[in-house]
């Protein structure tokens, strides 16, 4: 148990399809992040939220929309997929000022089909 | 140029041995730099930070050379839970953190 949770663990959806990741954190931070991880590439910050505000959009396509509605509660809405979108999408949350002492989620596996 | 470059290994090494392996940096403005682990299927969890004067955590050693662009890592008396992805990463500020490819380390019995 890491304190951050993600659903769904592992999610197969089509090209046309609408979905929506959640993450969860019980520890009090107040900045919550998404990475994306593709077999063999690093990690790649996609978003960053900070005390509820977007503060970081590493040019991510228009088909990944996050929302955070409060502090403890991230989403990224997918929409449209591209098989190449095929990866696992971290959540992580950490205190604002603190990114290296983030603490991951256990990832959601995304298969585009 | 990648903003941090891993030898993707494998590192394959009995239990018992030394293993150490590097990652580059780009931005030689970079102000933090750490070590994470990565278990197959899991998320990755933060192992140690790395400090000019270089520091020591067990049996885990962290160097940084900031002339040269280049943080080291060094497992002694290798276990075989030390098995595991190793990823290199580097911070410009306080909400980005910018991670290499990683670098998996096998220790057999």
């Known amino acids: 148990e890491t304190g951050v949770t993600q659903t769904p663990r592992h999610l197969v959806m089509g090209m046309t399809n609408k979905k929506s990741l959640k993450c969860e954190q019980h520890l009090g931070h107040n900045a919550m992040y998404w990475y994306k991880q593709s077999a063999k590439k690093p990690l790649e910050l996609m978003f960053v939220y900070s005390l509820e505000e977007r503060v970081e959009n590493n040019s991510v396509p228009s088909r990944f929309s996050p929302e955070c509605p409060n502090s403890s509660h991230l989403f990224l809405h997918l929409h449209t997929l591209q098989p190449e979108d095929s990866a696992l999408y971290l959540c992580a949350s950490s205190q604002a000022d603190r990114a290296v002492k983030a603490f991951f989620g256990q990832g959601t596996r995304l298969t585009v089909v | 140029r990648k903003e941090v470059e891993q030898d993707p290994g494998p590192f394959n090494v009995p239990e018992g041995a030394t293993v150490a392996f590097n990652c580059t940096y780009s931005n030689s403005a970079s102000q933090s730099f750490f070590w994470y682990r990565q278990d197959c299927r899991k998320e990755p969890k933060l192992l140690m930070s790395?400090?000019?004067s270089g520091n020591e955590d067990g049996r885990f050693t962290a160097q940084l050379n900031r002339a040269s662009q280049y943080i080291s890592l060094l497992i002694r008396d290798s276990k075989l839970s030390d098995s595991a992805t190793y990823l290199c990463?580097?911070?410009?500020?306080?909400?980005?953190?910018?991670f290499g490819a990683g670098t998996t380390v096998t220790v057999r019995a």
């Open positions: 790395v400090y000019s």
């Open positions: 990463v580097v911070s410009p500020n306080d909400y980005k953190l910018s």
